[in-house]
């Protein structure tokens, strides 16, 4: 009898879960296998990463798109860098890096400069919640840094 090969795949933010079963539901169940598709079509194991409880996921995924963002970025897409900053932020709320660097994108690429300091104004209240009040600071003097870009 042939065995039936069977490829289900659920897409993601960045994960591709990918079950491969082999004559029965119970291999598949007892044998899952973790991947991500790159965007050059390589496939990278993340076995170690499906192991991780929903939080670290949440962060690991923060962390790809504030990564991502970087990238497009530099590359001058700042749209696409503005929406991976975004989601970056949605995924871990308190994430400073994402808010500053999104202000960045908005204030040197997009030249919005009020929704930029609405950003840095969040990175600094965050800094302020969790007590790295040197660090507040020197989102403040970005703040007027862009303030005074813009009269």
Known sequence: ?????????????IFVPTVIILGSPIFAKENPLCVMVTPTNRIVNLNH?????QNQKLQMNAQHFYQQGRINGKKELYKEAIADFTQAINLKPDFIEAYVMRAAVRHYGEEDTKQAIE????AANICKQKGQLERAKLVYRVIE???NDSE
């Open 145 to 147: 840094s862009y303030q």
């Open 49 to 53: 990463i499906c192991g991780a409880n």
């Open 119 to 122: 950003d840095l104004q969040q």
């Open 1 to 13: 009898m042939t065995k039936l090969l069977r490829l289900t795949v659920t897409l993601s933010a």
